[in-house]
């Protein structure tokens, strides 16, 4: 961690140092680019969001980070078994032709690695400094920020021509506009989340397997709906994340503690859970929570700044597509900076560029991951054009995967729209009869 004093001045600044603020700050690093990024936690900090797709190396690679990955040996999964309304359908991923694994990662080991990789290509890395707001009326964006190393509050400020947000959930941009939006409430849904030890896991056979096999036999991310939510467990290395979802109107009026029991209760008796958990440690440091954690925001990208990630947006975990979403978003705002910087008569086209793709992401997701679409910050016609360039075999997994659950009919209808010839999942989703926990 540095301990030297943050700059005054510098080409970029990015907020935050999860995917997407690690991942932009290491692509301007590797392309010359005086970056600075300001993180407000000390790594490696708790994250959620611990099952990631196959899609996610080609970012990896871009980044250069692939071999760092590789190196640390997360659990590779084989693909994904749901139970939904009492249907079970499996797919792997290995029947679309991905010939590198999807993983199972511990996000705050992950989130560190990919801050490092940032760090070791050039980026000035700072923790433990928070960012208060930020004047973009100015000639430079002045980001303001306080200082928390050593353990002594310092306030201090620094001057950018670029300001790229990546705060997450806390979107220090959105909340300054106020233009960050919360969906439809009826589709307003809470987390609870902790970690166990010593669970069983599903993998692709349909069985359970003992903890310790996890690197033998690959696990599956295992889904299961009841009642109005469901659930995602997902096997790691020494702990397993057990997590539910459900409308946040529910647990509104429940603290922390009445959430927590409730969690535990609902996994006592949830399908699948008890056979799963009966063994299992449950670490009660590891509890958390999430309300309403969809929500977009309706200003993304301006002459001077970039928001990105979940810092512009978050639609629903159902088909992983939180971190892929931080890295798409890293990857197209790296190039706009760089060529912004290079010719700055150009900046506000690559700003509209990047916040139509930015959109288009968003409603892809959205329309995979969340029933009726209606508004909700999302263009259908972004979204169709998307479709057509998403390369087959992402576009084909996606497909699949949205036959798993029954929230996707929205995916359906435009993948029609656009032409593609995609009207059923396919030998590539396969129905099971059942389980064997
Ligand atoms: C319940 C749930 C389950 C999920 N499951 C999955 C999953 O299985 N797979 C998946 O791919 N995604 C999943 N996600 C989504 C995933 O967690 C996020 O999309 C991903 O972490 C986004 O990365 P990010 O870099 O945009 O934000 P973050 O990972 O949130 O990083 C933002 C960083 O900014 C820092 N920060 C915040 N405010 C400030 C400030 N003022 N100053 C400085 N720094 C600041 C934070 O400390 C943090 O380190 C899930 C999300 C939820 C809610």
Redesign the pocket.
């Known amino acids: 961690m540095s301990n030297k004093a943050v700059p005054k001045r510098c080409d970029v600044v990015v907020?935050?140092?999860?995917?997407?603020?690690?991942?932009v700050a290491a692509l301007l690093a590797k392309q010359g680019v005086d970056v600075v990024l300001?993180?407000?936690?000390l790594?490696p900090?708790q994250?959620?969001?611990?099952?990631?797709?196959p899609h996610?190396w080609k970012y990896a690679d871009l980044t250069g980070v692939s071999g760092l990955i590789e190196k640390e040996g997360f659990v590779a999964k084989a693909g994904g078994i749901t139970v939904w309304n009492g249907r079970i359908h499996r797919i792997a991923f290995s029947d679309f032709g991905f010939n590198r694994p999807a993983l199972h990662v511990e996000?705050d080991i992950f989130?560190q690695l990919l801050l490092q990789h940032a760090e070791n290509q050039g980026a000035a890395v700072f923790q433990q400094?928070?960012?208060?707001g930020v004047d973009l009326g100015a000639d430079w964006p002045v980001v303001s920020?306080q200082d928390k190393r050593g353990g002594d509050l310092s306030d201090g400020v620094i001057r950018c021509r670029y300001l790229i947000d990546?705060?997450?959930?806390?979107?220090?941009l959105a909340g300054q506009f106020k233009s960050k939006c919360l969906i439809a409430s009826r589709m307003r849904?809470l987390?609870l989340?902790g970690h166990f030890k010593n669970s069983r896991y599903v993998a692709a056979d349909g069985r359970s397997h003992a903890p310790e096999q996890v690197h033998k036999i690959k696990p599956i991310?295992f889904v299961t709906s009841f009642e109005d939510g469901w659930i995602?467990h997902?096997a790691m290395r020494k702990v397993t994340?057990v997590?539910l979802?459900i409308n946040s109107d529910r647990a509104r009026a429940m603290d922390k503690a009445q959430r927590e029991r409730f969690y535990l209760q609902t996994l006592k008796t949830a399908p699948y859970m008890e056979c799963l958990l009966a063994n299992a440690e449950y670490l009660p440091d590891s509890f958390r929570q999430?309300p309403d954690?969809s929500y977009y925001s309706t200003r993304l990208c301006g002459e001077n700044f970039y928001c990105?990630?979940?810092?512009?947006s978050?639609v629903?975990?159902i088909y992983?597509?939180?971190?892929?979403?931080?890295f798409y978003?890293?990857s197209l705002v790296a190039m706009a900076v760089v060529e912004s910087l290079k010719h700055p008569e150009f900046r506000a086209r690559h700003a509209q560029l990047c916040e139509n793709r930015i959109r288009q992401f968003y409603g892809f997701s959205r329309s995979l991951a969340l029933g009726e679409f209606g508004g909700d910050g999302v263009d259908a016609e972004l979204v169709r054009r998307f479709m057509r360039q998403v390369p087959t075999v992402e576009l084909e997994l996606m497909f699949a995967a949205s036959f798993m659950s029954e929230r996707s009919q929205n995916f359906h209808a435009m993948a029609q729209d656009a032409g593609l010839a995609m009207s059923s999942p396919g030998a590539k989703v396969h129905f099971m009869e059942s389980l064997c926990l």
């Not at 990546?166 to 220090?172: D, F, K, L, P």
């Open positions: 907020i935050g140092g999860g995917p997407a603020g690690s991942s300001l993180e407000r936690a790594h900090r994250q959620v969001g611990e099952s990631l797709i996610v996000r989130d400094v928070s960012v208060r920020y990546a705060s997450g959930a806390s979107a220090v849904f987390s989340w991310t995602w997902i994340s997590g979802v999430r954690y990105i990630g979940d810092a512009a978050f629903d975990p992983s597509h939180g971190v892929l979403n931080a978003n890293a």
